[in-house]
């Protein structure tokens, strides 16, 4: 018998994977990979290697470089996924008597951590609505389009989903979809014997 379902949401920026993620924790143990991220930014030894590697260890003047430069984007990425992998396995293990596990990790593709989960559901979001909501959020109409277009294409990452959930329409309706998504959920639970 499998000991418990470990659940990947997905998406390209501002998609609304956080609220999806905010809305399944009321029902179920829940993580994100941003809290790890912020976690693992505020330890000694990774201020240590940013401020070698990129001059600084500020989050936000970082944002700015690598949001600018696909090379510097890499080289992060590079630096901090094998981090994020084992604080998620940290997670899975201690939180082994749960039946279902669900951790918001928006690289998940880029990153190459599928192979931690047996489930990814992907929020899906039109461009026109990322940038209206990025905008909403404070960033200019570049800086949005930037971080966009530093998240690649959706639609394969659509196709390797097990569950597409559309955000593209109102609050309420995501509401009504995420509901549908916690029966979805249980049901799997339970017909997989988690």
């Not at 949001?67 to 201690?94: D, G, M, T």
């Not at 959930?165 to 014997?193: A, P, T, V, W, Y």
């Amino acid at each position: 018998m499998p000991s418990v379902l470990k659940i990947a949401i997905t998406g390209n920026i501002a998609s609304g994977k956080s609220h999806v993620l905010k809305k399944l924790s009321k029902k179920f143990r829940a993580e994100d990979s941003d809290s790890i991220v912020k976690a693992i930014y505020k330890k000694a030894f990774f201020r240590k290697i940013l401020k070698k590697e990129f001059g600084t260890f500020d989050k936000k003047k970082i944002a700015g470089l690598v949001f600018s430069s696909q090379a510097k984007r890499k080289k992060l990425e590079k630096l901090i996924w094998p981090f994020v992998r084992k604080e998620l396995k940290a997670f899975f293990v201690k939180n082994k008597n749960k039946r279902m596990l669900l951790v918001e990790v928006p690289l998940l593709y880029e990153s190459k951590m599928q192979d931690l989960f047996d489930l990814v559901i992907f929020i899906e979001c039109k461009k026109a609505n990322q940038l209206k909501r990025l905008r909403k959020k404070g960033f200019s109409r570049k800086e949005a389009i930037a971080r966009i277009n530093s998240r690649g294409a959706a639609e394969k990452k659509i196709k390797l989903a097990d569950i597409v959930l559309g955000n593209n329409d109102s609050l309420k309706q995501l509401n009504k979809k995420i509901d549908s998504l916690i029966i979805i959920l249980e049901r799997i639970c339970f017909l997989s014997g988690y």
